[in-house]
């Protein structure tokens, strides 16, 4: 069975700098998709950034970036110029393709201005 | 576009009494998701439809808990009797047919339920 990790409960990052948080998935399949999906207080959780394990280049989307390592099965978010909108549990995504999404138990982030 | 949208909202019950929730899907959307998300943790798939039809139902507790998806469009969850452990938020997602091959959930602000 797929398994996703996130080893940080809980991160803090000052506002406009820079902060990075990990995953680490298990999986024996080759082809499969990866997300980092955001749930900010009391609202609906919104897919942030999506990678397919086949592209070798990293995905990138405005100030939010990952560092994909296939054969590490690693994971890692970057999100660039923190902003206060960024306070939010941040939850690491597994899928096979047409399977079902996988979830890690989520990362709290916050933003300190 | 409207979202998905979930009610209720909050539901407090006392322990052994059924509750329901409802979603309605972003339109056009044909897979439907329903989420259980336990404090702390991250959400985990009861059942999955694709229209009507419950296509993946592996983690649904069948003997208290129920789901419907009449026409395809709207579904209900439902569980009776409650437990104290049933005590999570509800989360309802939908997706269009590539998005359920992708990976691109919309999700609802889902429903809270606290069982006393």
């Known amino acids: 069975a797929q398994t996703v990790t996130q080893s940080q409960p809980e991160m803090s990052v000052q506002e406009a700098e820079t902060v990075t948080l990990s995953c680490t998935y298990d999986?024996?399949?080759?082809?499969?998709?990866l997300f980092w999906y955001k749930q900010p207080p009391s609202r609906q959780m919104i897919l942030v950034i999506r990678?397919?394990?086949?592209?070798?280049q990293n995905a990138t989307e405005n100030r939010f970036s990952v560092n994909f390592q296939k054969a590490a099965k690693s994971f890692s978010l970057k999100i660039s110029d923190s902003q206060l909108g960024d306070t939010a549990m941040y939850f690491c995504?597994?899928?096979?393709?047409?399977?079902?999404?996988?979830f890690g138990a989520g990362t709290i982030l916050r933003v300190k201005s | 576009e409207a979202g998905v949208v979930q009610s209720p909202r909050y539901k407090i019950i006392e322990k052994k009494q059924p509750v329901a929730f409802w979603c309605n899907p972003i339109?056009?959307?044909?897979?439907l998701y329903w989420y259980r998300q336990n404090l702390g943790q991250g959400p985990e798939l009861l059942i999955r439809y694709e229209n009507e039809e419950a296509v993946d139902d592996s983690q649904l507790p069948k003997d208290r808990f129920s789901a419907e998806r009449l026409k395809g469009v709207d579904s209900t969850l439902k569980i009776q009797p409650a437990e104290l452990g049933d005590s999570a938020v509800y989360l309802c997602?939908?997706?269009?047919?590539?998005?359920?091959?992708?990976?691109?959930?919309?999700f609802g602000e889902g429903s809270r339920l606290t069982v006393l």
């Open positions: 990678q397919e394990a086949y592209k070798q």
């Open positions: 995504a597994f899928m096979e393709y047409g399977n079902k999404l996988v």
């Open positions: 999986t024996s399949e080759n082809n499969y998709y």
């Open positions: 997602a939908s997706s269009h047919r590539a998005g359920r091959n992708t990976g691109e959930l919309f």
């Open positions: 339109s056009g959307h044909n897979t």
